[in-house]
Structure formats: structure tokens, C-alpha cells
């Protein structure tokens, strides 16, 4: 059987001991622990309290006396810790300041831009337009150039030329019709007068000979269209700087 | 009580100071009472009482608001007093140990005894037991008396003194063995 030490047997004293129905048991069953445990028990119930002097009711009040002299209110205490926070305050109000202008700013311009963009969808729509047809007619500009070229040294015309023709061709059908609804009858000619060139080209069986390009050159007058075209590229060009211009002013 | 208290200490720090006065009136008596039993001295424990609630008004910017006002100005008030046991434990002014001498003193109450020698008996260990105290270091002097006086367990004791739970448990245990050692003889006689 194991003996409790003095250590547990002050610790069950104090009912602070994690066994305590254990200890309970075996100071029950061992007298040599039991009689161990009664002098410490008797020891400890002799330690009494030392008597304590009467304290008057306004004891508290007396205290409070003998002390408040020497205390500061706190109030003054934060002043002068004033500047500090002073700082600290000043610099964040500034950090708030600059983040609450710079969101208002986007505020400002994302509520602007938006319906400024979003109440012209026409001028849009020209924009892309504008840009479609532009790259339309610098594909068909190299096609004539290259044609006339062609021309000009009495070569045929080879297959990927041919092919792409067709793929303008296909597309100049669709640009002439929505140039159509439009009022804009240059256009609208140079138009029509390049899907004529471009089905000629395009509809060839076989490859084209140094004879159909001259005869092609000739009876369309391509230098003329290529000179047409060249002068809307321009006017396309310029049109698309302006859009681009008004949709910037648009937006500030 | 405790919502109370913090409202006064929030009066304090807003500038009120006399509210902290209301603190004092509401806490000192159980600061003298724990002061007066770790010290056994009425001058001192008035020492502590004062001291405690000037460091508590100094930390109040400190105190945190989920914590008991009580609890916190107790633990002020024991560093205080270990301050004042540690003075006194240096001065060494008058040692009452040599009064008592364990080998000098013989009293033998007989068993059954009527007042007088009961009353002798009580006096003998008193004397012993106030010598047996001053022998014990300043943190088992405190760790005791929270522990068989005011009955605070060790997790207590241990976030009072500052130290680990064991180290708590164990300086109450040093206490107790030399308080065995310095009052056993009168109940072997006895």
C-alpha cells in the first residue's frame, strides 16, 4: 500500500487534491497515514486568523483622504498626452481624406461615364461600324493595289488572291446593305462599284491571266476605285478620331 | 456591484476623479483585511491599503474592462505587500524568533486543563505561530495566507504572486512544513 505524502495530505487538507475519494479510502484503511493526516489537520485548524482591528465605518473616506492629493485627474492627464494623439489623429484624417476624394472621384466618374455611354448606343455602334469598314476597305486597297500591280507587269493572278476576293466579297455584301440604310451615297457607290471588281476576280475559273486583269482593269476602272477607296479610308479615319475624341470628352 | 464599479471607473477616466473615491470607499476594508493578515501589522496593512489604491488609480488606463475591479486592486494590493514584507525581511530590525526559541521554550499544558491553562495554550501557540511566520519567506507568507485565510485556491494564489500554479501550490506547502516544524513540539507536549 502506498503511504500519502505530507504533500497530498496538505493538499486533501485544502480539498485541492485530484483524488480525493482515494485519498478518503486510504486514510480510512492506514492508521500510520490516518495519524499523519490528523496532526497535520490539527496544526492547521490551530493557524487561526490574526484578530482584526476594527476599521470605522468611514474607513474607505479616510483612505480616499489620505490619497487623493497626490492624484491627478485624468483629464488633465489626457492632455497631455493630447499631441500624440493629436498626431496620430491628423495623419489619419488625412489618409481619409485622400482615400475619400479618390473614391468619390470614381464615384464621380462611374456615374458620369456610364450613362454618357450607355445613352448613345448609336454612337457606338457607328464607332464599331466605323472601325469594321475600315479594315474592310484597307484589305480591299491591298487586293487593288495588287491587282493593278499585276496588271502593270502582265502576271496572272494566283489562287490565294482569288480566295481573297471571296472572303471580301462575302463581307462587302453585308457592309453595302447597312451603308445602304445609311445617307451616304459615296459610300454606297464605292461600295457597290468594289463588289463588281471583287466578284469578277472571285468568280474567275481558274487562274487569272495577265489578260483578264487588264481587261478587268480596264473595264472596272480600278485605279479609279482604289483612289475612291483610298479617299474613304481617309474620311473613315478621321470620323474615327472624332468618335474617339467625343467618347474621351464624354467621359470626364 | 461589478457593473457598478465599472461605471465609476469609467467616470474616473473621463475626468471625475472622486469618483475613484467611491471606489476606495467600496473596496478598502477587504483590502485592510487581507493586508492586516499577510502583515499582521495595522500600520503596515494601512500602508498597503493606501498604496494599492494610488497604483490602482496610476494603472486604471490599464484596467480591463472584462475583469473584476476587486480582483485586480487585491492583486495590486498583494504586490504591495510583498514590497512591504521584503522591506521588512531586509531592516531585520527586532528578530521575535530569538524571544521564541523553539528549545527554550517549555510549556506543558495538562490535558483537560481548565481556562487558564487552555488560555496559556492559545497564547503559546499564537506567540509560535506569529514567529513561525516571520520565518517564512515573503511569497510563502502571502501563498499561505491566501490559502488557509482567505481561502483563495491555487490558480489564484498563482495569478496574484505572478508565478506558476505548481509554484503556488508548492510555496504553501514549504509554509506549511515550517509551521509544522515550529509549532509541533507544543502538541507533542501538549
Known amino acids: 500500500m502506498k503511504h500519502l505524502t505530507e504533500e497530498e495530505m496538505i493538499e486533501h487538507y485544502y480539498s485541492e487534491d485530484f483524488y480525493k475519494a482515494e485519498a478518503e479510502l486510504h486514510l480510512q484503511a492506514c492508521k500510520h497515514c490516518a495519524q499523519a493526516y490528523e496532526e497535520i489537520g490539527k496544526l492547521l485548524r490551530s493557524i487561526r486568523s490574526p484578530e482584526m482591528p476594527a476599521r470605522s465605518s468611514d474607513h474607505g473616506a479616510q483612505v480616499w483622504q489620505s490619497i487623493q492629493g497626490s492624484l491627478q485627474p485624468y483629464a488633465s492627464k489626457r492632455k497631455r498626452s493630447y499631441f500624440r494623439w493629436f498626431h496620430l489623429a491628423y495623419a489619419t484624417a488625412c489618409l481619409l481624406v485622400l482615400a475619400g476624394a479618390f473614391v468619390a472621384g470614381r464615384m464621380w466618374e462611374h456615374a458620369h461615364a456610364k450613362p454618357s455611354l450607355a445613352s448613345n448606343p448609336q454612337q457606338a455602334k457607328e464607332r464599331v461600324v466605323l472601325f469594321v469598314l475600315d479594315n474592310h476597305l484597307d484589305r480591299s486597297e491591298r487586293l487593288l493595289v495588287q491587282l493593278n500591280h499585276a496588271g502593270a507587269e502582265r502576271e496572272s493572278v494566283d489562287f490565294p488572291l482569288q480566295a481573297e476576293a471571296q472572303q471580301l466579297l462575302t463581307d462587302n455584301r453585308l457592309y453595302r446593305q447597312s451603308v445602304a440604310q445609311a445617307n451616304d451615297p459615296l459610300l454606297a457607290a464605292a461600295l457597290d462599284h468594289l463588289e463588281r471588281v471583287l466578284l469578277e476576280v472571285a468568280n474567275s475559273p481558274g487562274e487569272l491571266s495577265a489578260a483578264d486583269v487588264a481587261r478587268i482593269e480596264q473595264e472596272m476602272n480600278t485605279q479609279g476605285l482604289l483612289f475612291q477607296i483610298r479617299i474613304l479610308r481617309t474620311k473613315i479615319s478621321e470620323q474615327t478620331v472624332n468618335a474617339q475624341a467625343v467618347r474621351k470628352g464624354a467621359a470626364l | ?190
Open chain 2, 1 to 190: 456591484m461589478g457593473n457598478d464599479d465599472h461605471a465609476l471607473i469609467r467616470n474616473v477616466l473621463a475626468g471625475e476623479k472622486n469618483a475613484y473615491g467611491l471606489l476606495v470607499a467600496r473596496h478598502s476594508q477587504s483590502v485592510f483585511r487581507v493586508a492586516f493578515r499577510i502583515t499582521e501589522n495595522e500600520a503596515d496593512a494601512e500602508e498597503i491599503v493606501q498604496e494599492a489604491f494610488l497604483r490602482g488609480y496610476l494603472k486604471l488606463e490599464d484596467f480591463d474592462a472584462r475583469s473584476n475591479f476587486r480582483t485586480w486592486i487585491y492583486r495590486i494590493a498583494m504586490n504591495c505587500a510583498l514590497d512591504v514584507l521584503n522591506r521588512r525581511k531586509n531592516q531585520a530590525t527586532l528578530s521575535i524568533a530569538e524571544e521564541y526559541d523553539s528549545e527554550k521554550t517549555t510549556v506543558q499544558p495538562a490535558d483537560g486543563a481548565a481556562g487558564p491553562d487552555r488560555l496559556l495554550l492559545s497564547q503559546e501557540i499564537e506567540a509560535r505561530r506569529q514567529v513561525a511566520m516571520e520565518k517564512l519567506t515573503p511569497t510563502e507568507r502571502l501563498a499561505f495566507v491566501m490559502r488557509h485565510m482567505e481561502d483563495r485556491s491555487t490558480e489564484e494564489i498563482a495569478g496574484a504572486l505572478g508565478i506558476a500554479p505548481n509554484s503556488a501550490k508548492q510555496a504553501v506547502f514549504r509554509a506549511v512544513q515550517k509551521l509544522r516544524q515550529s509549532l509541533a513540539p507544543l502538541w507533542v507536549k501538549s
